[in-house]
């Protein structure tokens, strides 16, 4: 299943797009269902300073922390600036140079591929809908623990509602240019907090701000 979810979330996320959204900082991009459903990406917030959302998790940060999904690397950048050892992982290229541009560290990789660290992360950030990567939310929970540390905490995202959702999508822009399809995920709070039980990671603490609501995961 892993070898799966590897060889096709890179490939969607390298669509133009993206790419092209990132490069300029401006939406609007959706992913697209293939029912014509749309859920807008916040574009412009990932290209923007951390907000106060983004603060509420950057200050439960301990130890090293690992961002899976970095985008144009806000957080990443953040943390860097204030001494702390962060790294962004992103399938994206285009991300991945922002990120780099920004003053942090990045690699252009899949979160299933080999990773630096594994192990021995103190902190992961799943954040801005990351969750739904490869669309099995249990393959990649699971993944994030073998990262881990014992003891180690994921603070990751759910979605803004109860929802527990699997589907093929593509990312779209408003004039109509499309990606491919890739599989992803939305879970809300309990759904996220359901899966991460059956993984052995414990909740270790939730918050809402700014309407988003996060969860604080413990490996045992």
């Known amino acids: 299943m892993m070898r799966a979810l590897t ?7 390298h ?12 939406g609007p991009l959706f992913l697209r269902r293939p029912d014509g459903w749309l859920l807008p990406l916040e574009v412009e917030r990932w290209c923007a300073e951390p907000d106060l959302a983004d603060r509420t998790v950057l200050r439960r940060c301990r130890g090293t922390v690992l961002d899976i999904g970095c985008g144009p690397g806000r957080l990443v950048a953040a943390l860097a600036a204030e001494g702390v050892a962060a790294l962004g992982v992103d399938v994206s290229p285009e991300a991945v140079r922002r990120t780099r541009a920004l003053g942090g560290s990045a690699l252009c ?21 990351n969750v739904g990567i490869g669309g099995d939310p249990a393959a ?17 995202e759910a979605a803004p509602y109860e929802i ?13 240019a499309m990606g491919r399809d ?7 709070t309990n759904a996220l907090l359901a899966c991460a039980r059956t993984l052995g990671l414990r909740p270790a603490g939730r918050w809402t701000a700014a309407g988003r609501p996060f969860v604080a995961l413990r490996r045992g």
């Open 182 to 188: 890739f599989p992803w995920a939305r879970l809300g």
């Open 15 to 26: 669509a133009d797009p993206y790419t092209d959204a990132l490069r300029s900082g401006r």
């Open 140 to 156: 990649l929970l699971g993944r994030v623990a073998q990262l881990l540390a014992p003891g180690g905490l994921l603070l990751a």
């Open 7 to 13: 060889a096709t979330a890179p490939v969607a996320w």
């Open 109 to 129: 990789r899949s979160v299933f591929d080999q990773l630096p660290g594994e192990g021995r992360w103190d902190t992961a950030l799943l954040l801005d809908g």
């Open 164 to 176: 527990d959702e699997r589907l093929l999508v593509r990312i779209a822009d408003a004039r109509g």
